[in-house]
Structure formats: structure tokens, C-alpha cells
């Protein structure tokens, strides 16, 4: 059975960086599209970023563009999400998700087949 794991969240001042992990298990990774989404408070759930199978594409929502890199270490079964210049409106619960039929993440997190239960990243200013 496919579990995914988020880490790395935490309380931060704007304009610093953080990386978040997210940990499949139970399966290899290369078999799986990972996409990175959010909700902030109050808000509805939005995605973030989208990384291949091999990790020779990536893709990002604009709010994120240039700041945020999104990686990954198939040999460790982990997704990155390196978070560079962060704004207090990035304030969210990050959650990694994976999907076993597309070539890329999808945008769309009813698409994927597994959800991990979340990371919180708060971002003061």
C-alpha cells in the first residue's frame, strides 16, 4: 500500500527558505507523477507544483514561479519542494500526492491516487 509522508514545515519570517520532504513508501517512486498542493486558512485547496516521473519536467502555478523548485531523489523515495523568498501568503498546509497514470503531476487533486496528510508551513511577516 502507497503511503506518502510530508516533512519539513514550520513557523518562518518572510524571506527565508524552507525545503519540504515528502516520502513515498510501500512502492518505488519512479512509478509515480508527484504533484505538491496547499490550503491556506480559509481558503480552498490549491495546487502548487508538478514534477515528472524521471523529474525531466516540472511545472508550477505563476504565485510560485521563480521561487519554488520542485526535485526529486528516486533512489530515496523522496519529493522536494524547496521553498526560496517566501511571503506570509504562502502560509498553508502543503500536501505531496502522487499519481501513477500521468506523465506529470496533474494540476487537479482529485486526479491523483494518493495523498500524504500534510505539512504546515507558516510564514510571518
Known amino acids: 500500500q502507497v503511503q506518502l509522508a510530508e516533512s519539513g514545515g514550520g513557523l518562518v519570517q518572510a524571506g527565508v527558505s524552507l525545503r519540504l520532504s515528502c516520502v513515498l513508501s510501500?512502492?518505488?517512486?519512479?512509478?509515480?507523477?508527484i504533484s505538491w498542493f496547499r490550503r491556506a486558512p480559509g481558503k480552498e485547496r490549491e495546487y502548487v507544483a508538478a514534477?515528472?516521473?524521471?523529474?525531466?519536467?516540472?511545472h508550477y502555478v505563476d504565485s510560485v514561479k521563480g521561487r519554488f523548485t520542485i526535485s526529486r531523489d528516486n533512489a530515496k523515495n523522496t519529493v522536494y519542494l524547496q521553498m526560496n523568498s517566501l511571503k506570509p501568503e504562502d502560509t498553508a498546509v502543503y500536501y505531496c500526492a502522487a499519481d501513477s497514470e500521468y506523465v506529470i503531476g496533474s494540476t487537479s487533486w482529485n486526479d491523483m491516487d494518493y495523498w500524504g496528510k500534510g505539512t504546515l508551513v507558516t510564514v510571518s511577516s
Open positions: 510501500g512502492r518505488t517512486l519512479s512509478r509515480y507523477a
Open positions: 514534477i515528472s516521473r524521471s523529474g525531466a519536467m516540472s
